[in-house]
């Protein structure tokens, strides 16, 4: 007998709110519309947070599978009845309940929402409703978090950072037609939808043209633990990038980013929370020579916040929205297939036919209002 089917009209997990930051109260109702009355030993809920990565990697020339969790809460509740198998077992009546449920999140620093394909970060309720006689029916419901915490307005990324590079031509010992780049980071911190603040100056006397360049990269590093070295997969994603105009001989310029480096919607730095995977930015500043393929260049570490930069003694403070991360970054549009509801890409349908399969989760990440700036 299909109690599901005969018994149960609804069941469905349903969340006040679908993101949530670590220390908050995470609350939602289990909803059961029943149509006869039956017996139910208890309604039980999950609270959980875990990552997780997987893939191939070659052994002795065969292709193996490995992967490695780990978790970050695992709560349990029981919302009705008792979860002890003797003793007599309550009867539901029938009609449409509602089971409420509350949990205390953590207040230690919680990793975001991550999806990707070698590995995951995901946080869910998972009810099962324990009926003694059949199968259990059981759902589950994903949700976000917001995480870790950074805050812009550190002190730690508020401290300008500084760079020089300089290439000077040589002739019979003497030096002459250098060329200097002069760099200055504001700051080191920026939540989505902020544009980075950095000036630059050039110093060209030397015999070519040069051209600033430059790229925001995103770096995430995956790791399974495997023994002493364990096992590592690494990739690199090109976040934005600018090209400024030449440079010609014996002339100076400066330049200011304004609104030409605004950082796209992305998973926040997340490291050394998650022993699985970790992500970090780097700003790179790049001064070309068009004709010897010289480099000058400078790295900065960015760091990407969930917290924006508030203006001191400002009553107009950036508002707060959240968006789906861009495709062209890791954990950006990637979709599990088990939150795929229809055609599943397995490369033969269309762009058209992959637009009508119905989503049912993706994590979001935080992002200010670009009016707001």
Same mark, same amino acid.
């Given at each position: *007998?299909?109690?599901?089917?005969?018994?149960?009209?609804?069941?469905?997990?349903?969340?006040?709110?679908? *993101?949530?930051?670590?220390?908050?109260?995470?609350?939602?109702?289990?909803?059961?519309?029943?149509?006869?009355?039956?017996?139910?030993?208890?309604?039980?809920?999950?609270?959980?947070?875990?990552?997780?990565?997987?893939?191939?990697?070659?052994?002795?020339?065969?292709?193996?599978?490995?992967?490695?969790?780990?978790?970050?809460?695992?709560?349990?509740?029981?919302?009705? +009845?008792?979860?002890?198998?003797? +003793?007599?077992?309550?009867?539901?009546?029938?009609?449409?309940? %509602?089971?409420?449920?509350?949990?205390?999140?953590?207040? &230690? &620093?919680?990793?975001?929402?991550?999806?990707?394909?070698?590995?995951?970060?995901? #946080?869910?309720?998972?009810?099962?409703?324990?009926?003694?006689?059949?199968?259990?029916?059981?759902?589950?419901?994903?949700?976000?978090?917001? +995480?870790?915490?950074?805050?812009?307005?550190?002190?730690?990324?508020?401290?300008? *950072?500084?760079?020089?590079?300089?290439?000077?031509?040589?002739?019979?010992?003497?030096?002459? +037609?250098?060329?200097?780049?002069?760099?200055?980071?504001?700051? &080191?911190?920026?939540?989505?939808?902020?544009?980075?603040?950095?000036?630059?100056?050039?110093?060209?006397?030397?015999?070519?043209?040069?051209?600033?360049?430059?790229?925001?990269? %995103?770096?995430?590093?995956?790791?399974?633990?495997?023994?002493?070295?364990?096992?590592?997969?690494?990739?690199?994603?090109?976040?934005?990038? #600018?090209?400024?105009?030449?440079?010609?001989?014996?002339?100076?310029?400066?330049?200011? &980013?304004?609104?030409?480096?605004?950082?796209?919607?992305?998973?926040?730095?997340?490291?050394?929370?998650?022993?699985?995977?970790?992500?970090?930015?780097?700003?790179?500043?790049?001064?070309?020579?068009?004709?010897?393929?010289?480099?000058?260049?400078?790295?900065?570490?960015?760091?990407?916040?969930?917290?924006?930069?508030?203006?001191?003694?400002?009553?107009?403070?950036?508002?707060?929205? #959240?968006?789906?991360?861009?495709?062209?970054?890791?954990?950006?549009?990637?979709?599990?297939?088990?939150?795929?509801?229809?055609?599943?890409?397995?490369?033969?349908?269309?762009?058209?036919? *992959?637009?009508?399969?119905?989503?049912?989760?993706?994590?979001?990440?935080?992002?200010?209002?670009?009016?707001?700036?």
């Amino acid at each position: *007998m299909d109690v599901t089917m005969d018994y149960i009209r609804e069941f469905d997990i349903r969340l006040d709110r679908e *993101m949530y930051y670590a220390g908050e109260v995470l609350a939602g109702h289990v909803l059961l519309d029943t149509v006869e009355n039956f017996k139910l030993r208890s309604v039980r809920v999950v609270l959980r947070g875990k990552a997780h990565a997987e893939w191939k990697v070659l052994v002795s020339g065969d292709r193996r599978n490995v992967k490695d969790d780990q978790y970050f809460i695992d709560d349990r509740a029981i919302i009705w +009845g008792k979860d002890k198998p003797e +003793g007599n077992i309550p009867i539901l009546p029938r009609g449409q309940h %509602q089971f409420p449920f509350r949990f205390q999140l953590p207040e &230690s &620093s919680l990793p975001c929402s991550f999806e990707s394909k070698p590995g995951f970060i995901r #946080y869910y309720i998972k009810v099962t409703v324990d009926i003694p006689y059949a199968s259990p029916p059981q759902g589950m419901k994903y949700f976000t978090i917001i +995480g870790p915490h950074i805050d812009c307005m550190d002190e730690q990324y508020l401290k300008p *950072m500084v760079g020089t590079d300089k290439r000077t031509t040589c002739c019979l010992c003497c030096e002459k +037609g250098h060329v200097v780049l002069r760099t200055q980071l504001e700051r &080191s911190a920026y939540v989505c939808g902020e544009s980075i603040k950095l000036k630059a100056s050039v110093d060209n006397q030397g015999e070519e043209e040069v051209r600033l360049k430059v790229k925001l990269l %995103q770096h995430v590093e995956y790791f399974i633990d495997r023994g002493v070295l364990g096992v590592t997969k690494e990739l690199q994603h090109l976040v934005l990038e #600018y090209q400024g105009d030449s440079v010609k001989p014996n002339t100076r310029t400066k330049w200011d &980013s304004a609104q030409s480096l605004v950082v796209p919607v992305m998973p926040p730095s997340l490291i050394g929370i998650c022993r699985l995977l970790q992500i970090y930015y780097v700003l790179k500043v790049n001064l070309e020579f068009e004709k010897s393929g010289d480099d000058l260049h400078m790295h900065f570490p960015i760091t990407v916040a969930t917290v924006p930069f508030r203006i001191p003694n400002s009553s107009q403070q950036p508002v707060i929205h #959240y968006e789906v991360a861009c495709d062209h970054v890791e954990g950006g549009l990637y979709i599990g297939p088990e939150f795929l509801l229809g055609q599943v890409y397995d490369g033969s349908c269309s762009t058209q036919e *992959m637009r009508e399969t119905v989503v049912l989760y993706r994590p979001v990440y935080v992002c200010v209002a670009r009016n707001n700036e």
